[in-house]
C-alpha cells in the first residue's frame, strides 16, 4: 500500500496487511505519518516538557468509590 505523509508530503510502501495498512482502510479519518517525522515530533515534545514551558492538558479522573 502506497501511503503519503501528511506533514512532509514523503511517499512510503507499506505493508497490506500491516495494523497501520488496516487502520488506514477502515478508518479514512487517520491519518499516515512517517517514522522520520515522529520521532522528531516526539524529541521535540519532550523537549518542551523538560522545560517546564509546556503543559499537557489531561482529563482528571474522578475516583469511583463504588
Known amino acids: 500500500m502506497r501511503v503519503k505523509c501528511v ?28 517514522q522520520h ?10 523537549l518542551r516538557l523538560e522545560s517546564g514551558n509546556f503543559r499537557l492538558y489531561r482529563p482528571k479522573t474522578n475516583g469511583d468509590d463504588w
Request: charge should be neutral; proline fraction near 5%; include cysteine.
Open 37 to 46: 517525522c515522529d520521532d522528531r515530533i516526539k524529541e521535540k515534545t519532550n
Open 7 to 34: 506533514l512532509c508530503d514523503k511517499i512510503e510502501t507499506i505493508e497490506d496487511e500491516s495494523p497501520v495498512a488496516k487502520r488506514l482502510r477502515n478508518r479514512p479519518i487517520h491519518t499516515y505519518m512517517c
